[in-house]
Each structure stands twice: as C-alpha cells, then as structure tokens.
C-alpha cells in the first residue's frame, strides 16, 4: 500500500467524528487484507475523473469544497488502484479515543422509529394508515405510511413517494421522514396549503428500506459505519449488497456500481437480489391502478453533500433512451425549483460520478416516475459526515420542508413546470 499517512489528526478530528471506522470483521466491511478505511483523494475535479475513482469498488462519500478532491470509503487495494490512476491518497488516521463513536441518542433507532410511527398512526387515524410493503433479509418490516386527507377524489389523486435510509449509516434520512410524518399530520387541517395539498394527494413515506443495516450500525452502542444491508453473498464471507446499486435498470451497465462483494458499492448477484429492493419495486409496481402508475413524484433521502439529483446516473448525456428533451427540462426545473428553497446544489445525477443500478434510474427510466435524490446536511464532512450532532436535525430536517411541498405541488402535472401541462397532462392539470 503506497498512499500517504496523514500526520496531523488534531487537524481532521470533523472528518473522524464523520466517519468512524467500522467495527466489523474484515471480512464483513474489506478484503481479506483489511477492512474498509477512509482516504483523501486530491486531484479527481472531473465528473469522468470521478468516475474512475468509483469504479475501484471504492465508495465515494463527499466531493471536496473545491471540486478537485474527494473523501472515499475504500481498501486498502481500492486505494492503491485510486492511486495507480495518478491521484494524491491519503490515509486518515483515527485517534484511538475516536475509534468507537458512540450512537447519538438524538437519532431514532429501528425500534423507537417504529414507535413513532405507530404512534402517529394511532394518534390520526383519519390521516395516517401503517402497512408494510415486505421484509427484510433478517426479517424486520419495511413500514410503509400512507397519508391522506378527504377521499373525494379517490384512486384518482397523484401520489407521492418518499423513501429513507437505503443506506444504513445516513441517519439523518430517517428523522427526515419522522419530520415529514409529523408535518403532514399534525399540521392537516391547521396549515392551508398541506390542507389542500394533503386533500388532492396521497402521501407514501418509507421511513427506513435498510432497517437490517440500520440496526447493525448501531446495535453495539458505537457507530460501525455500515453502508450495505446484511445479506450474505454466495461463493464470499463478504457481507452485504449497496441497496442503491441493486435496482433492475441498467444494472450493472456502464460501470458505476461493482461486482465484487468486498465493495462498498456491490451490485448483488443480480437485479432485486437484495430482498429490500425487490419488495420496494414490488410496492411500486403494486400502485398501477388501470395501467397507470399512480406515483407520480419520489425523492430518496440520502446523506451528505446538500445536492438535488435527478436522473439519470448512468450515462453523462441530458438526453437517450426514455428520456426527451421535455421530461429532462421538467427534471431539471424541479431540481433547481426546490434547491432555491434549501440552499442545496442542483444537478444530474451522474455530474457528480456514473452510477448503475440507482433508485432514480429506475423510478424514472422503468416506471415513469419523476425522481430526486437529497442529499442531505451536511455539505462536506467538517459538519459531520454521515453521524452530524443531534443538534442539527430539527434546522436541517425543516430546511426541506418548501421543496418538499413544492414536489407534491406539482405532483398532478410535474410537465406544468415548464408550461407544458396542456401538452402532457390535458385537461387533468
């Protein structure tokens, strides 16, 4: 392994306290030669150089505040393969007092999130209905809250759909979507527009699609950094497939996901192999009422990088297959409507790096669906990476609260964006 050692910790304890290493076998977060670290990549400032950096297997966890660097979550051979394309890695070394950072109790765990839920359900019945749309690979349910106002309009009102927590340590998505069920509850009936909107739209909020995940990274007391969910993978004592890698469009194309089960970002063995993706898709698929997809908008909450992406990842080009001028102008209007709301950067998908096989691409490229990523608080990892304070939740949780009215907003015509409802929706808009 020829990538430097950092030697001034005191300088990156943010970064540490972003990403503590995880706690796991080698074989479960690495190689048989280590288990997975963290590196600095300075040189990468293209989104084709960042793609090259990704397609090592490595997982790419932030782009640096001047576009010319990157912070991965990599092996040790990863990083010597970053290294071998001409970039500057540098090992971040983790002070043994910040080797085990401890859960914040300001998070909700698997099992307090179901209490929440529950509650909300219980406390509006009128409002919220719980349902699962199927298990996990260990098991757990995958909870489904479906919010609604006045039934006049029926099985004719849009849906929209909001998805959490594919990735196992991004635990502000998950308070993310306790703000969301708390927003379009108690505020029915009290706030004019969630009122009008909540009465000509369905909510679906997925609160955690990772739940195995979510309750391995925390279950010792101490963050384990844990991405993937818990899925053994035939043939490997590797753990764990990237639920954000493994869903069937374009799976696997254009080498932004990896094949091997070591990585950060494997694939699975094949499209919906992970089990979580699969009854997702299924639930999805389960919302065309008469041949027509009901679900009309998505965002999949994700942490960090303050950025709204909209498809597709797996190729650089505006426009292709399944994706006009029209439906990508419509995107991109969205994505920059609701980023002048939360001051994040709005862009597509694959301007940051190529990606297969992701949530986006397929809700758009398979079932028509307009569909974003946020990436959440913070913008970097010197605000804390995937484990920020607890402090932030309430400010960064509410800081999505415009774009996400304004997406269900539009929800009965997204194309009504750029004045073309006439053309795409008639007389429905």
Same mark, same amino acid.
């Given at each position: =392994?020829?990538?430097?050692?950092?030697?001034?910790?005191?300088?990156?304890?943010?970064?540490? &306290?972003?990403?503590?290493? !995880?706690? +796991?076998?080698?074989?479960?977060?690495?190689?048989?030669?280590?288990?997975?670290?963290?590196?600095?990549?300075?040189?990468?400032?293209?989104?084709?150089?960042?793609?090259?950096?990704?397609?090592?297997?490595?997982?790419?966890?932030?782009?640096?505040?001047?576009?010319?660097?990157?912070?991965?979550?990599?092996?040790?051979?990863?990083?010597?393969?970053?290294?071998?394309?001409?970039?500057?890695?540098?090992?971040?070394?983790?002070?043994?007092?910040?080797?085990?950072?401890?859960?914040?109790?300001? *998070?909700?765990?698997?099992?307090?999130?179901?209490?929440?839920?529950?509650?909300?359900?219980? $406390?509006?019945?009128?409002?919220?209905?719980?349902?699962?749309?199927?298990?996990?690979?260990? +098991?757990?349910?995958? =909870?489904?809250?479906?919010?609604? +106002?006045?039934?006049?309009?029926?099985?004719?009102?849009?849906?929209?759909?909001?998805?959490?927590?594919?990735?196992?340590?991004?635990?502000?998505?998950?308070? =993310?979507?306790?703000?969301? &069920?708390?927003?379009?509850?108690?505020?029915?009936?009290?706030?004019?527009?969630?009122?009008?909107?909540?009465?000509?739209?369905?909510?679906?909020?997925?609160?955690?699609?990772?739940?195995? +995940?979510?309750? *391995?990274?925390?279950?010792?007391?101490?963050?384990?950094? @844990?991405?993937?969910?818990?899925?053994?993978? !035939?043939?490997?004592?590797?753990?764990?497939?990237?639920?954000?890698?493994?869903?069937? *469009?374009? @799976?696997?194309?254009?080498?932004?996901?990896?094949?091997?089960?070591?990585?950060?970002?494997?694939?699975?063995?094949?499209?919906?192999?992970?089990?979580?993706?699969?009854?997702?898709?299924?639930?999805?698929?389960?919302?065309?009422?008469?041949?027509?997809?009901?679900?009309?908008?998505?965002? $999949?909450?994700?942490?960090?990088?303050?950025?709204?992406? @909209?498809?597709?990842?797996?190729?650089?080009?505006?426009?292709?297959?399944?994706?006009?001028?029209?439906?990508?102008?419509?995107?991109?209007?969205?994505?920059?409507?609701?980023?002048?709301?939360?001051?994040?950067?709005?862009?597509? !998908?694959?301007?940051?790096?190529?990606?297969?096989?992701?949530?986006?691409?397929?809700?758009?490229?398979?079932?028509?669906?307009?569909?974003?990523?946020?990436?959440?608080?913070?913008?970097?990892?010197?605000?804390?990476?995937?484990?920020?304070?607890?402090?932030?939740?309430?400010?960064?949780?509410?800081?999505?609260?415009?774009?996400?009215?304004?997406?269900?907003?539009?929800?009965?015509?997204?194309?009504?964006?750029?004045?073309?409802?006439?053309?795409?929706?008639?007389?429905?808009?």
């Amino acid at each position: =392994m020829r990538a430097r050692t950092l030697l001034t910790p005191l300088a990156l304890v943010p970064l540490f &306290l972003a990403t503590a290493v !995880s706690s +796991g076998s080698a074989a479960e977060s690495g190689t048989p030669e280590g288990p997975d670290r963290q590196y600095l990549v300075e040189g990468p400032e293209t989104p084709q150089e960042r793609t090259q950096v990704a397609r090592t297997g490595a997982s790419v966890d932030a782009v640096g505040e001047d576009a010319a660097s990157v912070t991965v979550t990599a092996t040790p051979g990863e990083a010597e393969a970053i290294e071998d394309l001409g970039h500057e890695v540098t090992e971040v070394p983790v002070p043994n007092d910040l080797l085990h950072q401890p859960v914040d109790p300001a *998070y909700h765990t698997y099992d307090e999130l179901t209490g929440v839920v529950d509650k909300v359900v219980a $406390d509006f019945p009128s409002l919220a209905e719980k349902t699962s749309v199927g298990s996990s690979h260990e +098991g757990r349910d995958i =909870m489904a809250v479906r919010i609604s +106002g006045e039934e006049e309009a029926g099985e004719d009102k849009p849906e929209v759909l909001f998805t959490h927590q594919q990735h196992a340590r991004e635990v502000l998505t998950v308070e =993310m979507a306790i703000y969301l &069920l708390t927003m379009f509850t108690e505020e029915y009936g009290s706030d004019e527009r969630i009122t009008e909107l909540l009465d000509s739209r369905t909510i679906w909020i997925l609160p955690s699609v990772n739940p195995d +995940g979510a309750v *391995y990274d925390t279950e010792s007391g101490s963050y384990r950094n @844990w991405r993937k969910n818990r899925q053994p993978n !035939s043939g490997s004592n590797a753990m764990g497939t990237d639920l954000n890698r493994n869903w069937d *469009y374009n @799976w696997g194309c254009c080498g932004g996901s990896s094949g091997s089960p070591y990585s950060q970002t494997y694939r699975g063995a094949s499209p919906e192999s992970a089990p979580e993706v699969n009854v997702v898709a299924d639930f999805v698929r389960s919302r065309v009422v008469d041949g027509e997809q009901r679900i009309t908008a998505h965002i $999949d909450f994700h942490t960090y990088g303050e950025l709204v992406l @909209w498809p597709y990842g797996y190729t650089y080009d505006e426009t292709g297959p399944g994706m006009s001028r029209d439906d990508y102008d419509a995107h991109a209007e969205l994505g920059e409507l609701m980023a002048e709301t939360n001051g994040y950067t709005p862009q597509q !998908s694959s301007d940051l790096y190529v990606t297969d096989g992701s949530i986006n691409d397929w809700m758009w490229g398979d079932q028509g669906i307009f569909s974003f990523t946020f990436e959440m608080h913070p913008g970097s990892f010197t605000g804390g990476g995937f484990y920020p304070p607890g402090g932030v939740i309430e400010e960064e949780t509410a800081r999505n609260r415009d774009a996400v009215l304004d997406l269900t907003a539009y929800a009965d015509c997204p194309y009504r964006v750029i004045g073309k409802e006439a053309e795409y929706c008639g007389s429905a808009a």
